[in-house]
């Protein structure tokens, strides 16, 4: 038990961290346009995006998937980019959007996922019982993330219902912000995978 508390701990303290802000950025773009009363819309999406993520970190730290670091450290802050630009285009998503979303925070978990797999990989080292570790981290990662959506989402509440900001206003500006810094983030990350 004592090391599922561990790895529990280290999930959700890894990805609250501010140096690896990129899955922030993610789940800020992800949820930041919904508020507390689209909860069922943001669950959806929070849990598709789990899943994805869950799926590869177990493939990847079981060596059953091999991706290039450099490449997936790249694709991070393209899933960040695609997500900012689809909140800016769907002003008015349709039922079509909203699934398109929901798939897409999938697949962008089964990237994310990969770049999670290098940080637990580098915790276990040769371990060789790694399915109470990796279940741990996991739901280390899961807490963290609903703490992160929890807070955007009572931040939303705040500026769109009590400030009065109009929600378009809040997702045009929330998303444009997450788009540039990604952007730079993926330029920045660019030379690694050319090289």
Same mark, same amino acid.
């Given at each position: 038990m004592q090391d599922f508390n561990l790895y529990f701990d280290l999930g959700w303290h890894h990805i609250l961290d501010w140096k690896g802000y990129d899955h922030i950025l993610f789940l800020? *773009?992800?949820c930041g346009i919904?508020? =507390?009363?689209?909860?069922?819309? !943001? @669950?959806?999406? &929070?849990? *598709?995006?789990?899943?994805g993520h869950? =799926?590869?970190?177990?493939?990847? !730290? @079981?060596?059953? &998937?091999?991706?290039?670091?450099?490449?997936?450290?790249?694709l991070i802050p393209v899933t960040i980019m695609v997500t900012s630009l689809s909140n800016i285009f769907n002003k008015k998503p349709k039922p079509k959007a909203i699934q398109l979303k929901y798939t897409l925070a999938?697949?962008?978990?089964?990237?994310?996922?990969?770049?999670?797999?290098n940080y637990l990989k580098s915790l276990l080292g040769k371990s060789t019982s790694i399915v109470i570790e990796l279940l741990a981290f996991n739901l280390g990662l899961e807490f963290?993330?609903?703490?992160?959506?929890?807070?955007?989402?009572i931040l939303s509440f705040i500026l769109i219902m009590i400030v009065k900001i109009k929600k378009w206003d809040w997702t045009f500006f929330l998303s444009s912000a997450i788009f540039g810094i990604s952007f730079v983030m993926a330029a920045e990350r660019l030379p690694a995978i050319l090289n």
């Amino acid at each position: 038990m004592q090391d599922f508390n561990l790895y529990f701990d280290l999930g959700w303290h890894h990805i609250l961290d501010w140096k690896g802000y990129d899955h922030i950025l993610f789940l800020l *773009a992800l949820c930041g346009i919904y508020t =507390i009363s689209d909860w069922k819309r !943001v @669950l959806i999406l &929070v849990t *598709a995006f789990t899943v994805g993520h869950s =799926i590869t970190l177990a493939l990847s !730290v @079981l060596n059953v &998937v091999h991706v290039n670091t450099a490449l997936i450290e790249f694709l991070i802050p393209v899933t960040i980019m695609v997500t900012s630009l689809s909140n800016i285009f769907n002003k008015k998503p349709k039922p079509k959007a909203i699934q398109l979303k929901y798939t897409l925070a999938l697949a962008f978990g089964l990237i994310h996922g990969m770049g999670f797999s290098n940080y637990l990989k580098s915790l276990l080292g040769k371990s060789t019982s790694i399915v109470i570790e990796l279940l741990a981290f996991n739901l280390g990662l899961e807490f963290g993330q609903l703490l992160i959506v929890f807070g955007v989402l009572i931040l939303s509440f705040i500026l769109i219902m009590i400030v009065k900001i109009k929600k378009w206003d809040w997702t045009f500006f929330l998303s444009s912000a997450i788009f540039g810094i990604s952007f730079v983030m993926a330029a920045e990350r660019l030379p690694a995978i050319l090289n």
